[in-house]
Protein backbone atom coordinates (compact mmCIF):
# COMPACT_ATOMS: atom_id res chain seq x y z
CA UNK A 1 0.00 0.00 0.00
CA UNK A 2 1.25 3.10 -0.80
CA UNK A 3 0.84 6.72 0.96
CA UNK A 4 2.93 8.57 -2.16
CA UNK A 5 0.34 11.05 -4.19
CA UNK A 6 3.47 11.98 -6.24
CA UNK A 7 6.23 14.93 -6.38
CA UNK A 8 5.50 18.47 -6.48
CA UNK A 9 7.86 20.99 -7.42
CA UNK A 10 8.79 22.98 -4.34
CA UNK A 11 9.10 26.24 -7.07
CA UNK A 12 6.09 26.18 -8.78
CA UNK A 13 4.09 23.41 -7.54
CA UNK A 14 3.45 21.77 -10.36
CA UNK A 15 2.63 18.05 -9.43
CA UNK A 16 4.48 14.52 -11.46
CA UNK A 17 3.31 10.99 -11.17
CA UNK A 18 5.82 9.09 -9.38
CA UNK A 19 9.11 8.22 -11.35
CA UNK A 20 12.44 8.77 -11.14
CA UNK A 21 12.88 12.04 -11.58
CA UNK A 22 14.06 15.07 -9.39
CA UNK A 23 13.81 18.44 -11.23
CA UNK A 24 10.71 20.47 -12.54
CA UNK A 25 10.10 20.56 -16.52
CA UNK A 26 8.46 24.16 -15.96
CA UNK A 27 10.82 25.58 -13.63
CA UNK A 28 13.63 23.57 -13.12
CA UNK A 29 12.99 23.69 -9.46
CA UNK A 30 13.32 20.68 -7.05
CA UNK A 31 11.19 18.03 -6.92
CA UNK A 32 9.94 16.69 -3.39
CA UNK A 33 7.30 13.66 -2.23
CA UNK A 34 3.93 14.53 -1.67
CA UNK A 35 2.38 11.76 1.05
CA UNK A 36 -1.76 11.15 1.31
CA UNK A 37 -1.61 12.15 5.12
CA UNK A 38 -5.19 11.68 5.72
CA UNK A 39 -4.54 8.31 4.94
CA UNK A 40 -1.58 7.71 6.88
CA UNK A 41 -3.21 8.99 9.66
CA UNK A 42 -5.50 6.56 9.81
CA UNK A 43 -3.18 3.41 9.63
CA UNK A 44 -0.55 5.22 12.39
CA UNK A 45 0.14 5.65 15.64
CA UNK A 46 2.31 5.83 18.45
CA UNK A 47 1.42 2.41 19.94
CA UNK A 48 1.78 0.88 16.48
CA UNK A 49 4.96 1.92 15.99
CA UNK A 50 6.15 0.59 19.02
CA UNK A 51 5.02 -2.81 18.25
CA UNK A 52 7.26 -2.62 14.63
CA UNK A 53 11.06 -3.96 14.17
CA UNK A 54 13.55 -1.29 15.55
CA UNK A 55 14.92 0.17 12.57
CA UNK A 56 13.67 3.22 10.24
CA UNK A 57 11.13 1.15 8.18
CA UNK A 58 9.00 1.36 11.66
CA UNK A 59 7.98 4.71 10.07
CA UNK A 60 7.09 2.92 6.83
CA UNK A 61 3.88 5.63 5.70
CA UNK A 62 6.29 8.21 5.60
CA UNK A 63 8.91 7.01 3.49
CA UNK A 64 8.22 6.70 -0.36
CA UNK A 65 8.43 3.20 -1.31
CA UNK A 66 4.88 1.15 -2.36
CA UNK A 67 5.92 -2.51 -1.00
CA UNK A 68 8.45 -3.76 1.25
CA UNK A 69 12.02 -2.26 1.33
CA UNK A 70 14.55 -4.25 -0.71
CA UNK A 71 17.29 -3.46 1.71
CA UNK A 72 18.07 -1.49 5.01
CA UNK A 73 15.92 -3.65 6.57
CA UNK A 74 17.93 -3.15 9.75
CA UNK A 75 19.20 -0.15 9.31
CA UNK A 76 18.38 3.29 11.41
CA UNK A 77 16.59 3.25 15.03
CA UNK A 78 20.32 3.88 16.11
CA UNK A 79 20.85 5.02 19.94
CA UNK A 80 19.87 8.55 21.55
CA UNK A 81 22.51 8.86 24.37
CA UNK A 82 21.97 11.18 26.99
CA UNK A 83 25.50 12.86 27.20
CA UNK A 84 26.02 14.09 30.75
CA UNK A 85 29.73 13.94 30.22
CA UNK A 86 29.68 16.10 27.60
CA UNK A 87 27.09 18.12 28.54
CA UNK A 88 29.49 19.59 31.52
CA UNK A 89 32.01 20.19 29.26
CA UNK A 90 29.99 22.59 27.20
CA UNK A 91 27.59 23.47 30.10
CA UNK A 92 24.49 22.53 28.59
CA UNK A 93 21.60 20.86 30.79
CA UNK A 94 20.10 18.49 28.75
CA UNK A 95 22.19 16.89 25.52
CA UNK A 96 21.91 14.20 23.81
CA UNK A 97 23.91 12.64 20.86
CA UNK A 98 21.79 10.70 17.94
CA UNK A 99 24.79 8.20 17.39
CA UNK A 100 24.49 7.36 13.66
CA UNK A 101 28.28 6.11 14.17
CA UNK A 102 26.82 2.42 14.54
CA UNK A 103 24.27 2.66 11.88
CA UNK A 104 23.87 -0.20 9.62
CA UNK A 105 25.63 -1.68 7.54
CA UNK A 106 28.17 0.76 6.66
CA UNK A 107 28.39 3.20 9.89
CA UNK A 108 27.14 6.48 8.91
CA UNK A 109 23.56 8.18 8.18
CA UNK A 110 23.53 7.77 5.08
CA UNK A 111 22.57 3.91 5.55
CA UNK A 112 19.50 5.73 5.93
CA UNK A 113 18.91 7.28 2.44
CA UNK A 114 20.50 4.86 0.39
CA UNK A 115 17.77 2.07 2.27
CA UNK A 116 14.80 4.01 0.62
CA UNK A 117 16.49 4.99 -2.59
CA UNK A 118 17.70 1.31 -3.51
CA UNK A 119 14.35 0.35 -2.31
CA UNK A 120 12.79 2.73 -4.76
CA UNK A 121 15.08 1.87 -7.44
CA UNK A 122 13.93 -1.57 -7.57
CA UNK A 123 10.77 -0.83 -7.99
CA UNK A 124 10.84 1.56 -11.13
CA UNK A 125 12.78 -1.44 -12.64
CA UNK A 126 16.52 -0.72 -12.82
CA UNK A 127 18.95 -3.22 -12.69
CA UNK A 128 22.23 -0.12 -12.01
CA UNK A 129 23.00 2.01 -8.97
CA UNK A 130 25.00 4.97 -8.98
CA UNK A 131 25.76 7.74 -7.42
CA UNK A 132 28.23 10.80 -7.03
CA UNK A 133 29.55 10.74 -3.60
CA UNK A 134 32.37 12.29 -0.50
CA UNK A 135 32.71 9.05 1.01
CA UNK A 136 29.91 7.96 2.70
CA UNK A 137 27.22 7.54 0.15
CA UNK A 138 29.66 5.75 -1.76
CA UNK A 139 30.34 2.90 0.63
CA UNK A 140 26.44 2.55 1.59
CA UNK A 141 25.66 2.54 -2.35
CA UNK A 142 27.95 -0.02 -2.62
CA UNK A 143 27.01 -2.23 0.41
CA UNK A 144 23.54 -1.88 -0.19
CA UNK A 145 23.28 -2.85 -3.98
CA UNK A 146 25.89 -5.91 -3.38
CA UNK A 147 22.78 -7.11 -1.00
CA UNK A 148 20.12 -7.03 -3.35
CA UNK A 149 21.86 -7.81 -6.57
CA UNK A 150 21.91 -4.46 -8.01
CA UNK A 151 25.24 -3.44 -10.11
CA UNK A 152 26.62 -0.18 -8.85
CA UNK A 153 29.05 2.58 -10.01
CA UNK A 154 30.37 4.97 -7.86
CA UNK A 155 31.99 8.08 -8.42
CA UNK A 156 34.47 9.98 -6.21
CA UNK A 157 36.72 12.79 -5.80
CA UNK A 158 40.19 10.78 -5.53
CA UNK A 159 41.64 12.24 -2.84
CA UNK A 160 39.05 10.93 -0.43
CA UNK A 161 40.08 8.95 2.70
CA UNK A 162 41.44 5.46 2.34
CA UNK A 163 39.43 3.58 4.50
CA UNK A 164 36.06 5.28 2.15
CA UNK A 165 37.63 3.94 -1.06
CA UNK A 166 38.52 0.50 0.48
CA UNK A 167 35.25 0.58 2.17
CA UNK A 168 33.77 1.27 -1.45
CA UNK A 169 35.61 -1.02 -3.42
CA UNK A 170 35.14 -4.39 -1.23
CA UNK A 171 31.60 -4.77 -1.94
CA UNK A 172 32.20 -5.31 -5.76
CA UNK A 173 30.95 -1.79 -7.08
CA UNK A 174 32.43 0.12 -9.36
CA UNK A 175 34.42 2.44 -8.48
CA UNK A 176 35.87 5.51 -10.32
CA UNK A 177 38.02 8.27 -8.78
CA UNK A 178 37.79 11.81 -10.75
CA UNK A 179 40.13 13.99 -10.44
CA UNK A 180 38.33 16.93 -8.47
CA UNK A 181 36.41 17.90 -5.90
CA UNK A 182 32.82 16.57 -5.17
CA UNK A 183 31.44 19.43 -7.22
CA UNK A 184 33.09 18.77 -10.01
CA UNK A 185 32.71 14.80 -10.06
CA UNK A 186 28.70 15.60 -9.18
CA UNK A 187 28.45 17.83 -12.91
CA UNK A 188 30.47 14.59 -14.33
CA UNK A 189 27.42 12.75 -12.92
CA UNK A 190 24.90 14.70 -14.04
CA UNK A 191 26.23 14.27 -17.47
CA UNK A 192 26.40 10.65 -17.02
CA UNK A 193 22.92 10.56 -16.10
CA UNK A 194 21.79 12.02 -18.64
CA UNK A 195 23.32 9.24 -21.31
CA UNK A 196 23.45 6.02 -19.11
CA UNK A 197 19.74 4.78 -17.74
CA UNK A 198 20.73 4.16 -14.00
CA UNK A 199 19.24 4.98 -10.75
CA UNK A 200 21.50 7.70 -9.61
CA UNK A 201 20.46 7.77 -5.93
CA UNK A 202 21.48 11.13 -5.71
CA UNK A 203 20.20 12.77 -9.04
CA UNK A 204 17.24 11.30 -10.73
CA UNK A 205 16.03 9.58 -7.44
CA UNK A 206 17.16 11.99 -4.93
CA UNK A 207 13.33 13.38 -4.07
CA UNK A 208 13.25 9.33 -2.65
CA UNK A 209 16.93 9.46 -1.55
CA UNK A 210 16.05 12.46 0.54
CA UNK A 211 13.37 11.08 2.31
CA UNK A 212 15.39 8.46 4.47
CA UNK A 213 16.95 11.71 5.58
CA UNK A 214 13.36 12.39 7.63
CA UNK A 215 13.86 9.50 9.76
CA UNK A 216 16.86 10.48 12.17
CA UNK A 217 13.82 13.31 12.88
CA UNK A 218 11.35 10.71 13.72
CA UNK A 219 13.50 8.70 16.02
CA UNK A 220 14.46 11.48 18.00
CA UNK A 221 11.45 12.35 18.74
CA UNK A 222 10.20 9.09 19.71
CA UNK A 223 13.51 8.55 21.51
CA UNK A 224 12.83 11.38 23.68
CA UNK A 225 9.24 10.05 24.77
CA UNK A 226 6.87 12.09 21.31
CA UNK A 227 8.54 15.03 21.93
CA UNK A 228 10.63 17.01 19.85
CA UNK A 229 13.96 18.78 20.97
CA UNK A 230 14.11 22.52 21.68
CA UNK A 231 17.00 22.51 19.68
CA UNK A 232 19.48 20.42 17.20
CA UNK A 233 22.70 20.78 15.52
CA UNK A 234 23.14 19.35 12.19
CA UNK A 235 26.18 18.95 9.92
CA UNK A 236 25.39 20.56 6.24
CA UNK A 237 26.93 19.18 3.56
CA UNK A 238 24.32 19.88 0.79
CA UNK A 239 21.88 21.11 2.70
CA UNK A 240 19.38 18.18 2.46
CA UNK A 241 19.73 16.29 5.89
CA UNK A 242 19.11 19.34 7.42
CA UNK A 243 15.97 20.41 5.61
CA UNK A 244 14.83 16.73 5.91
CA UNK A 245 14.61 16.79 9.73
CA UNK A 246 12.36 20.14 9.55
CA UNK A 247 9.97 17.96 7.84
CA UNK A 248 10.28 14.85 9.51
CA UNK A 249 9.55 16.74 13.07
CA UNK A 250 6.74 19.10 10.83
CA UNK A 251 5.11 15.68 9.74
CA UNK A 252 4.77 13.79 13.13
CA UNK A 253 3.08 17.03 14.08
CA UNK A 254 0.89 17.17 11.37
CA UNK A 255 -0.26 13.68 12.08
CA UNK A 256 -1.05 14.41 15.77
CA UNK A 257 2.29 12.36 17.33
CA UNK A 258 3.63 15.63 18.45
CA UNK A 259 1.67 17.97 20.56
CA UNK A 260 4.43 20.99 19.63
CA UNK A 261 7.35 21.54 17.22
CA UNK A 262 9.24 24.34 18.18
CA UNK A 263 12.50 22.84 16.84
CA UNK A 264 15.23 25.15 15.99
CA UNK A 265 17.47 23.88 13.70
CA UNK A 266 21.07 24.91 13.39
CA UNK A 267 23.47 24.00 10.92
CA UNK A 268 27.12 23.00 10.57
CA UNK A 269 29.92 23.33 8.56
CA UNK A 270 33.91 23.05 8.67
CA UNK A 271 35.04 26.98 7.64
CA UNK A 272 36.93 25.58 4.75
CA UNK A 273 33.65 24.88 2.81
CA UNK A 274 31.08 27.14 5.03
CA UNK A 275 28.45 28.51 1.67
CA UNK A 276 25.52 27.98 3.80
CA UNK A 277 26.36 28.94 7.34
CA UNK A 278 28.12 32.29 5.94
CA UNK A 279 25.10 33.06 4.18
CA UNK A 280 23.49 32.52 7.50
CA UNK A 281 25.64 34.63 9.07
CA UNK A 282 25.61 37.29 6.88
CA UNK A 283 22.06 37.60 7.10
CA UNK A 284 21.88 36.38 2.78
CA UNK A 285 19.28 34.14 1.61
CA UNK A 286 21.23 33.13 -1.24
CA UNK A 287 24.76 31.14 -0.58
CA UNK A 288 27.91 31.55 -3.06
CA UNK A 289 29.54 28.34 -3.95
CA UNK A 290 33.05 27.85 -2.82
CA UNK A 291 35.97 25.84 -3.28
CA UNK A 292 35.93 23.22 -0.22
CA UNK A 293 39.51 23.13 1.23
CA UNK A 294 38.57 21.02 4.61
CA UNK A 295 39.73 17.92 5.95
CA UNK A 296 35.88 17.26 6.43
CA UNK A 297 35.47 15.72 2.97
CA UNK A 298 31.96 13.98 3.86
CA UNK A 299 30.63 17.78 3.74
CA UNK A 300 32.64 19.04 1.15
CA UNK A 301 30.43 20.35 -0.94
CA UNK A 302 31.50 23.73 -2.71
CA UNK A 303 28.13 24.13 -4.78
CA UNK A 304 25.44 22.57 -2.33
CA UNK A 305 22.45 21.66 -3.66
CA UNK A 306 19.58 22.26 -0.74
CA UNK A 307 21.59 25.53 0.38
CA UNK A 308 19.29 27.87 -0.46
CA UNK A 309 16.16 25.64 0.88
CA UNK A 310 18.90 25.03 4.10
CA UNK A 311 19.39 28.82 5.03
CA UNK A 312 15.25 29.49 4.44
CA UNK A 313 14.62 26.45 7.49
CA UNK A 314 17.26 27.52 9.56
CA UNK A 315 15.87 31.48 9.62
CA UNK A 316 12.57 29.64 9.73
CA UNK A 317 13.06 28.04 13.16
CA UNK A 318 14.80 30.62 14.59
CA UNK A 319 17.74 28.59 14.58
CA UNK A 320 21.26 29.55 13.31
CA UNK A 321 24.52 28.11 11.99
CA UNK A 322 28.52 28.01 12.65
CA UNK A 323 32.09 26.73 11.28
CA UNK A 324 34.70 25.27 12.68
CA UNK A 325 38.14 25.39 11.68
CA UNK A 326 39.96 22.15 11.01
CA UNK A 327 41.38 22.01 14.45
CA UNK A 328 38.53 22.91 15.97
CA UNK A 329 37.28 19.60 14.09
CA UNK A 330 39.84 17.32 16.08
CA UNK A 331 39.00 18.86 18.88
CA UNK A 332 35.49 17.97 18.71
CA UNK A 333 36.32 14.50 17.50
CA UNK A 334 38.54 14.17 20.89
CA UNK A 335 36.15 15.59 23.14
CA UNK A 336 33.53 13.57 21.90
CA UNK A 337 35.60 10.30 22.17
CA UNK A 338 36.66 11.25 25.96
CA UNK A 339 33.52 12.55 27.49
CA UNK A 340 31.00 9.70 25.49
CA UNK A 341 33.27 7.18 24.11
CA UNK A 342 32.02 7.50 21.14
CA UNK A 343 34.44 8.14 17.70
CA UNK A 344 32.91 10.11 15.58
CA UNK A 345 34.28 10.85 12.20
CA UNK A 346 35.57 14.47 10.88
CA UNK A 347 31.49 15.41 10.52
CA UNK A 348 31.15 14.74 14.20
CA UNK A 349 33.91 16.61 14.91
CA UNK A 350 32.14 19.64 12.80
CA UNK A 351 28.76 19.23 14.81
CA UNK A 352 30.14 19.22 18.33
CA UNK A 353 32.83 21.85 17.45
CA UNK A 354 29.81 24.17 16.12
CA UNK A 355 28.16 23.06 19.20
CA UNK A 356 30.96 24.24 21.46
CA UNK A 357 31.11 27.44 19.45
CA UNK A 358 27.12 28.24 19.84
CA UNK A 359 26.93 27.87 23.31
CA UNK A 360 30.18 29.91 24.27
CA UNK A 361 28.18 32.60 21.65
CA UNK A 362 25.13 32.45 23.42
CA UNK A 363 23.35 31.42 20.41
CA UNK A 364 22.13 27.53 21.53
CA UNK A 365 20.52 28.37 24.60
CA UNK A 366 22.48 26.25 28.27
CA UNK A 367 19.06 25.46 30.13
CA UNK A 368 17.00 23.87 26.84
CA UNK A 369 17.43 20.09 25.43
CA UNK A 370 19.47 20.02 22.89
CA UNK A 371 20.55 16.63 20.30
CA UNK A 372 23.50 16.55 17.61
CA UNK A 373 23.43 14.65 14.89
CA UNK A 374 26.63 13.09 14.60
CA UNK A 375 26.76 10.93 11.57
CA UNK A 376 29.53 8.74 10.73
CA UNK A 377 32.02 6.88 12.15
CA UNK A 378 35.48 7.78 13.34
CA UNK A 379 37.27 4.38 12.04
CA UNK A 380 37.42 5.79 8.49
CA UNK A 381 38.72 8.97 8.78
CA UNK A 382 41.97 7.84 10.72
CA UNK A 383 44.48 9.85 8.81
CA UNK A 384 43.35 13.09 10.21
CA UNK A 385 44.45 12.09 13.68
CA UNK A 386 47.89 10.84 12.38
CA UNK A 387 50.31 13.68 14.59
CA UNK A 388 47.11 14.79 16.23
CA UNK A 389 46.94 11.85 19.41
CA UNK A 390 50.23 10.41 21.72
CA UNK A 391 52.75 8.60 20.32
CA UNK A 392 52.07 5.15 21.39
CA UNK A 393 54.57 3.77 24.02
CA UNK A 394 55.95 0.60 23.96
CA UNK A 395 58.14 -1.07 26.33
CA UNK A 396 59.69 -4.37 27.07
CA UNK A 397 57.37 -7.27 28.47
CA UNK A 398 59.56 -6.82 31.75
CA UNK A 399 56.54 -5.98 35.33
CA UNK A 400 59.98 -3.05 36.36
CA UNK A 401 59.20 -1.32 32.76
CA UNK A 402 55.91 -1.32 33.68
CA UNK A 403 56.18 0.09 37.06
CA UNK A 404 58.38 2.88 35.46
CA UNK A 405 55.30 3.79 33.00
CA UNK A 406 53.03 3.49 35.94
CA UNK A 407 54.88 5.60 37.89
CA UNK A 408 55.32 8.09 35.13
CA UNK A 409 51.76 8.45 34.99
CA UNK A 410 50.98 8.93 38.52
CA UNK A 411 53.46 11.77 38.86
CA UNK A 412 52.43 13.36 35.52
CA UNK A 413 48.68 13.02 37.37
CA UNK A 414 49.69 15.12 40.12
CA UNK A 415 50.98 17.59 38.78
C1 LIG B 1 26.27 13.16 3.69
C2 LIG B 1 26.61 13.46 5.09
C3 LIG B 1 25.96 14.47 5.84
C4 LIG B 1 24.90 15.43 5.34
O1 LIG B 1 24.74 15.53 4.01
P1 LIG B 1 23.63 16.45 3.29
O2 LIG B 1 24.12 16.46 1.89
O3 LIG B 1 23.69 17.82 3.92
O4 LIG B 1 22.32 15.81 3.45
C5 LIG B 1 26.32 14.60 7.15
N1 LIG B 1 27.26 13.83 7.72
C6 LIG B 1 27.90 12.86 7.05
C7 LIG B 1 28.93 12.04 7.75
C8 LIG B 1 27.60 12.63 5.71
O5 LIG B 1 28.25 11.66 5.05
Known sequence: MSFVKGLRCRECGELYPKQALHVCELCFGPLEVVYDYEKIKKSIS?????QRGKGMWRYKELLP??????????SGFTPLVRAQNLAKTLGIKELYIKNDTVNHPTFSFKDRVVSVAISKAKELGFDTVACASTGNLANSVAA??????????????????????????????????IKGNYDEVNRLC?????????AFVNINIRPYYAEGSKTLALEVAEQLGWHAPQNIVVPMASGSLLTKVYKGFRELYELGLLSSMETK???AQATGCSPISAAVKERQELFKPVIPKTIAKSLAIGNPADGFYAIETINKTHGWAEDVSDDEVIEGIK???ETEGIFAETAGGVTVGVAKKLVEEGRLPRNESVVLLI?????KTQEVLINRIDQLMVIPAR???????????????SK
Do not use: M
Open 65 to 74: IDGEPAVGID
Open 46 to 50: RDVIA
Open 190 to 198: SEIAGKYHW
Open 399 to 413: LDAFDEVFREKERAK
Open 335 to 337: LLS
Open 265 to 267: IYG
Open 144 to 177: NAAACGLKSYVFIPSNLEQAKVVNTQIYGANVVG
Open 375 to 379: TGNGL
